[in-house]
């Protein structure tokens, strides 16, 4: 059975987004996209009864699957001819660029689209924690320092030659890793006033550039709206399980946004939700990895 076209939900300056749209641009596989907003609400994802918050989200067929590493190993798995491969080491570059992405939030320069007072109130929503104005600008050296190390990693790696991190061919862990620094070194402004530099990195500034050439255009997806996104989504609906209710929540960003569902099932490393939108007796899975989220499980009026 072929597998359904994906609906990826993200907003275009989402880095982690791009690690799914670069990831099916070099595999050439069609999509939809559902452009978000930057900022919540996303009334899109409330018509499916979607309460977490992070971007990106991608569905196949009936199930929506949340978090990059699922994601993909998700893709992998149901489009295997020609599927990218790269094994645990590719996920260890994942957990890598996780890390990374941390001291690159800190060098976002603070009059990028990202500086407005809106942006600033909603990711002390997401990070669950005060972000005072100005206080950027205080943490920068430290996260060039952190930045700088991922280069340095890089660099590394390249240093015997090899034109991708596993050596001869492209693999989910130039993916992995590809997609922070190229947000960086793009980013206008947000090296500036750093040593971090084509002359001082010069084979990960390389890597870089050819990972764009190599996946040429960027493929934006065929764009649709939530309405159509949620009438395919549904039209796959099967019979609503049993299941206690149970909150899935990051352990570390979007906490105050936890999935509610019914839990259908936990595993092999996933938590299955089935979720009933309101006004709907159709439903929708939703998946999460165990791995990074908490699991609990008791009465709805408990949770
Ligand atoms: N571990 C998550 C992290 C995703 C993440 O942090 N995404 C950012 C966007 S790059 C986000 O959701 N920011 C808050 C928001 O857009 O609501 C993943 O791999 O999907």
């Not at 009936?62 to 001819?81: G, H, K, M, S, W």
């Not at 395919?232 to 999935?259: C, F, S």
Request: aromatic share 8%.
């Amino acid at each position: 059975m072929s597998a359904p076209k994906p609906i990826l939900y993200h907003y275009h300056f989402s880095p982690y987004a791009h690690k799914i749209s670069y990831y099916l641009t070099l595999r050439s596989l069609p999509f939809f996209t559902v452009p978000q907003p930057p900022v919540l609400p996303r009334p899109d994802l409330a018509l499916l009864g979607i309460t977490y918050r992070r971007i990106p989200l991608l569905a196949l067929g009936n199930v929506v699957y949340a978090d990059t590493p699922l994601i993909l190993a998700e893709l992998e798995q149901r489009f295997p001819d020609g599927a990218l491969g790269g094994g645990e080491e590719a996920k260890t570059w994942a957990k890598w660029s996780d890390k990374v992405f941390r001291s690159a939030v800190g060098c976002i320069p603070a009059n990028a689209v990202t500086g407005s007072e809106a942006f600033r109130k909603d990711r002390e929503d997401f990070q669950g924690r005060a972000l005072p104005a100005g206080a950027a600008a205080a943490n920068r050296p430290r996260a060039l320092a952190g930045l700088a190390k991922g280069f340095e990693k890089v660099e590394d790696t390249l240093k015997d030659g090899r034109d991708w991190i596993m050596s001869g061919k492209v693999t989910l862990a130039d993916v992995n890793a590809v997609w922070v620094l190229e947000w960086m070194i793009n980013l206008q402004g947000a090296l500036e006033g750093s040593d971090i530099t084509k002359e001082k990195y010069p084979l990960t500034f390389a890597w870089v550039e050819r990972f764009l050439g190599c996946m040429g255009k960027i493929a934006r997806g065929d764009l649709i709206t939530g309405e159509q996104a949620k009438a395919m989504i549904l039209a796959e609906a099967e019979e609503e399980k049993a299941g206690d209710t149970a909150k899935v929540t990051p352990v570390d960003t979007g906490r105050n946004h936890p999935q509610f569902g019914r839990l259908v099932a936990c595993e092999g490393g996933r938590v299955i939700l089935e979720v009933t939108p309101s006004e709907e007796s159709r439903t929708v899975k939703v998946v999460f990895p165990e791995d990074g989220f908490e699991v609990a499980t008791a009465d709805a009026a408990k949770l």
